[in-house]
């Protein structure tokens, strides 16, 4: 999104906090004409690293001389910031004007429930996202259903915007291919182990390696709470061992040699709030490599996938519908490649991001208004 607004004659300036590099705290570097600054961390006093740390964020913000500020999550210290940022414009101290995007539902029957947080944390985050969707200049939402959901709380439909993930890259590089033991069987699955109910997918691929023998499934991610473990004991239990791959978390490179070397990959939801309202970048990725895709049929994925044309839809909480289509994709070379290219073309001619980009410069000049 940022190189795609640069791209079209606007100055960014992207402010994150250093999470995983603290040692480049304080820094600020230029990637293709798009500015990345990495905030200086306070210090960790507990009931007061948040607070520094969310007005520092909202300083550096106005100290770029913006007219929009774009603030990514409504919640923590984004949603902190934007607080500040916000009533810093009602205040006449600024006439920078505050866009939030939210690409999740945070608050109940959302990320609430299954984050891991403390009853404060929970409470504050629901507070934060009911606040921030009435208490923007204008809202961009990763998905329709969170799209719904803002009008639901009073958001006025002409200051909501629906911006999905898209593509920026036209190609994709992976060098050397994952080998091939599967024999051209290989399914990939990219996770984080909330979308779907373990042994629901067990016995899916149950269903596969019965009419495909020597399939293997290969599975990327880590879970929130070490489900990847559960996944494993139970695999072996059914005495799927030998047709299941763990792989760990891998990124970059090391994902897309894997993901070039599969023959399809599966994305397998429950029906729940969560997954109605996320945006998966994995599926964008998977789509834009041309890999084919069978997937459940919740949320966003019926918006990237054409059922059959650029992609393989399957009912939700139906193990056998989803093993066949995994079933069908494997058996069908044709197929999969026309599916497969279907799905790079609609990517790159519907979510790339400088077609989204539009939908954003929208939400900045309503705003400005």
């Known amino acids: 999104m940022a190189q795609s607004l640069a791209e079209r004659g606007h100055q960014i300036k992207i402010i994150l906090p250093p999470w995983d ?17 990495q905030a200086r961390l306070p210090a960790s006093v507990p009931g007061l690293f948040g607070l520094a740390l969310s007005f520092r964020l909202a ?9 929009v500020v774009h603030c990514f999550k409504p919640k923590a210290y984004a949603g902190a910031a934007a607080f500040v940022l916000w009533y810093a414009a009602r205040l006449g101290l600024t006439r920078a004007r505050v866009v939030l995007d939210t690409d999740d539902w945070e608050g109940t029957g959302g990320w609430n429930e299954i984050g891991g ?7 504050l985050f629901s507070r934060q996202e009911q606040w921030g969707l009435g208490h923007c200049h204008a809202l961009t939402v990763a998905s329709r259903t969170l799209e719904t959901l803002a009008w639901s709380k009073g958001t006025p439909k002409e200051r909501v915007f629906y911006v999905p993930n898209g593509w920026h890259d036209t190609t994709l590089e992976w060098g050397e291919t994952a080998s091939a033991r599967s024999g051209g069987k290989s399914v990939l699955l990219v996770t984080r182990f909330i979308e779907f109910e373990i042994q629901r997918l067990v016995e899916m691929w149950k269903q596969v390696i019965r009419q495909i023998p020597g399939a293997e499934l290969w599975v990327v991610g880590k879970g929130l709470s070490g489900e990847e473990e559960l996944l494993q004991q139970i695999v072996e239990a059914e005495g799927l061992g030998q047709s299941v791959e763990y792989l ?6 090391e994902l897309g040699r ?37 997937a459940t049929d919740v949320g966003q994925n019926r918006e990237y996938i054409e059922h059959g044309l650029s992609g393989w839809l399957v009912p939700p909480e139906d193990s056998q519908a989803f093993a066949g289509g995994v079933v069908s994709l494997l058996q069908d070379e044709q197929l999969r490649r026309r599916l497969g290219q279907r799905a790079r073309e609609r990517i790159l001619t519907r979510f790339g991001w400088h077609q989204l980009v539009e939908a954003v410069e929208e939400a900045y000049t309503i705003a400005l208004r």
Not at 22 to 37: F, H, K, N, Y
Not at 59 to 67: C, D, M, T
Not at 258 to 274: K, V
Request: hydrophobic share 40%.
């Open 248 to 253: 760990g978390w891998l990124e970059g490179d």
């Open 21 to 37: 590099s603290p040692e480049d705290s304080a820094t600020e570097t230029e990637v293709e004409s798009v500015l990345v600054s």
């Open 117 to 123: 947080y403390s009853p404060v944390q929970r409470a």
């Open 59 to 67: 300083r550096e913000a106005l100290a770029f001389g913006p007219e």
């Open 258 to 294: 894997w993901q070039h070397g599969a023959q399809l990959a599966i994305l397998p939801y429950e029906d729940t709030l969560i997954n109605r309202a996320k945006c998966s970048a994995t599926l964008v990725q998977l789509m834009a490599s041309g890999l084919p895709t069978v």
